[in-house]
């Protein structure tokens, strides 16, 4: 909420690294540091957390205060269940380097970061051995969790945390190998075996195991297309995308999902759906007098910043078609404005270069500064 409120306590959340630092880091960098820097500086408070559930390296919380505790109320499950937040911490530390190219900061900061997060998912999975498969290198389980979806909770093998789980592991592999460091095999071991539950049937990933089609708060699946960008044959993003987004709590979900929707309509060369999306990512949302952008549709306070960060990714990475990778930042999908708009500009900014973006419906121009 920032400083509008005190709602959610002044707390950090995964909203942060999945939903406001993306856009700030391509935009403001000197801020998104901060996003950063914060998880860095408060390991101690990690590390803490995973040998107080009995596990290795770090688990963050998933309500951090100024020491980098768990401040979740006892009355929220959040606390002990939501883990993919570890995952989202990790993958934030590694979209700075992609976007700084900083291996000296990746040494001295970001691998000892990585390093344990990537000892905590470890120590997280459950061998299928032990969930009732014969043969204990055919996969790996995560048990007992609350996926980004809050109106479930104590599912298997969600399907956002296994694959952020699993891209954790890989990029700690990637980061011992780029620095000389030692990766312990069973990152790799892990990350190729995690179970995304799948349905054969429908060519749809599953939320969890056991999903039934229920209402859903919020995008969670479709994460795996982005921000995650999951190996998924085109045909399954595409379906994931449609089942989803008739599954969405329209009336009472946060405004970031219809980001993510944006995304991938911009990504398909949808219009008609890029609009819809769009618009529902901010203007149901929007309050009187000041243009306070709620959390949900049916609320009338706060200014929910992370609806804001979700609108701000679905200009860069859905109008303007820009990604971020190893190499830097990259316009790999085509540009598309929704229906009336008729010109967007967006400066963005990456490995000490301004990139001078203007869409229109004629198409994209990219100045390099």
């Given amino acids: 909420m920032g400083l509008s409120s005190r709602g959610y306590g002044g707390h950090i959340f995964w909203d942060a690294d999945t939903w406001m630092y993306p856009g700030l880091l391509l935009t403001h960098p000197e801020l998104a540091q901060g996003c ?5 500086d408060r390991l101690d408070g990690a590390r803490a957390k995973a040998q107080q559930y009995g596990y290795q390296g770090a688990m963050f919380p998933w309500e951090g205060d100024d020491l980098g505790v768990e401040t979740t109320p006892e009355w929220a499950p959040c606390g002990r269940y939501e883990q993919h937040v570890t995952a989202c911490v990790a993958l934030a530390a590694w979209q700075w380097y992609q976007a ?15 390093r344990e997060c990537a000892a905590f998912w470890t120590s997280r999975v459950t061998p299928a051995a032990d969930v009732g498969n014969a043969d204990p290198a055919l996969s790996y389980h995560i048990l007992d969790v609350q996926p980004p979806d809050e109106y479930v909770l104590h599912v298997d093998d969600s399907a956002w945390t296994n694959a952020s789980a699993a891209r954790c592991l890989q990029i700690a592999v990637q980061t011992a190998d780029l620095l000389g460091e030692t990766a312990l095999p069973e990152w790799a071991h892990v990350a190729a075996r995690l179970h995304i539950p799948f349905d054969a049937e429908r060519q749809i990933v599953l939320e969890y195991a056991g999903y039934t089609d229920d209402v859903i708060k919020q995008a969670d699946v479709v994460l795996l297309t982005f921000p995650l960008e999951w190996p998924l044959p085109p045909e399954v993003a595409t379906n994931n995308a449609q089942f989803y987004a008739e599954r969405v709590d329209a009336a009472h979900g946060p405004a970031m ?5 944006a995304i991938l309509a911009a990504a398909s060369g949808d219009q008609d759906q890029l609009s819809q999306f769009m618009r529902l990512s901010y203007a149901q949302n929007l309050r009187p007098p000041f243009f306070s952008f709620s959390e949900t549709p049916d609320q009338d306070y706060c200014t929910f910043v992370t609806g804001a960060g979700g609108l701000i990714q679905a200009l860069i990475f859905g109008c303007c078609g820009a990604r971020l990778h190893d190499t830097g930042l990259s316009f790999p999908h085509p540009p598309l404005l929704p229906h009336g708009w008729s010109k967007l500009n967006v400066r963005l900014r990456c490995r000490d270069q301004q990139y001078h973006v203007e869409v229109t419906p004629a198409g994209r121009t990219v100045r390099v500064v």
């Fill in 36 to 40: 950063v820097e914060y998880r860095c």
């Fill in 100 to 114: 700084t190219n900083d291996t000296t900061w990746l040494r001295e900061r970001g691998w000892p970061l990585l």
């Fill in 257 to 261: 999902t219809y980001a993510i929707h």
